[in-house]
Nanobody, 133 residues
Framework: QVQLVESGGGAVRPGESLRLSCRTSGFTLDWRAISWFRQAPGKEREEERE?????????????HYAASVKGRFTIYRDNDDDIIYLQMNNLQPNDTGVYYC?????????????????????WGQGTQVTVSS
């Protein structure tokens, strides 16, 4: 059974950092691309989640970021522990939202134009990040 469990969210001030974790099980992480999505406050539908980072499988080893987080967020994998991390630095109030990890179980990230998207993802339950002064 494919499962994704996020953790590491919290409440921080602007400029601070957080590291989110996505613990995976039920599939071989080495072979799969994993994405992080963010759902901003007031956006209720799954379709409104913004793809912010994606890492391809170990063979391709590519990383992609939304323009809104590029240079501040880093996605990386720990294959030994089957975890995907999202290091978030210089957090700002508009980074507030529920963060989800997701996988389509394919080897590469999925895009619609420049946007990171999913086709038929398995989602985690999400972890809340709140950035305010």
């Amino acid at each position: 059974q494919v499962q994704l469990v996020e953790s590491g969210g919290g409440a921080v001030r602007p400029g601070e950092s957080l590291r989110l974790s996505c613990r995976t099980s039920g599939f071989t992480l080495d072979w799969r691309a994993i994405s992080w999505f963010r759902q901003a406050p007031g956006k209720e539908r799954e379709e409104e989640r913004e793809g912010i980072a994606c890492i391809s499988n170990r063979d391709h080893d590519t990383k992609h970021y939304a323009a809104s987080v590029k240079g501040r967020f880093t996605i990386y994998r720990d294959n030994d522990d089957d975890i995907i991390y999202l290091q978030m630095n210089n957090l700002q109030p508009n980074d507030t939202g529920v963060y989800y990890c997701a996988t389509d179980l394919g080897p590469q990230c999925v895009f619609s134009g420049q946007k990171i998207v999913t086709v038929s993802a398995t989602w985690g339950q999400g972890t809340q990040v709140t950035v305010s002064s």
